[in-house]
């Protein structure tokens, strides 16, 4: 069974910064693209970056895209947003996905 348990989100002042971790089992995480989408309130999902299976290659929403790293470690099954110069409109849930699978997620909100 696909299991991705996301952390990492919480508060942050506009100008921060936050790491996300997404820790995947039940399937070969290293041979699987990866990506993080982001649900705002009252908004559908939207895509946010995607990572191929060998972390070398990579691609981002022009919204996040020179703010926001996507990385993964195939060595511990673990998927990672790096976000900096975090904005308001960056408030969302933030979800790991790996094809139709997506974990909980989780909160991340940006105020002042």
């Known amino acids: 069974e696909v299991q991705l348990v996301e952390s990492g989100g919480g508060l942050v002042q506009p100008g921060g910064s936050l790491r996300l971790s997404c820790a995947a089992s ?3 995480f290293s041979s699987y693209a990866m990506s993080w ?3 705002a309130p009252g ?3 939207k895509w946010v970056s ?3 299976s060998f972390g070398d290659s990579t691609t981002y929403a022009d919204s996040v895209k020179g703010r926001f790293t996507i990385s993964r470690d195939n ?3 673990t998927l990672y947003l790096h976000m900096n110069s975090l904005k308001p409109e960056d408030t969302a849930v933030y979800y790991c996905e790996m094809g139709s699978s997506k974990g909980q997620g989780t909160q991340v909100t940006v105020s002042s």
């Open 37 to 39: 989408v982001r649900q």
């Open 26 to 28: 039940g399937f070969t």
């Open 50 to 52: 995607t990572i191929n």
């Open 75 to 77: 060595a511990k099954n």
């Open 43 to 45: 908004k559908g999902l």
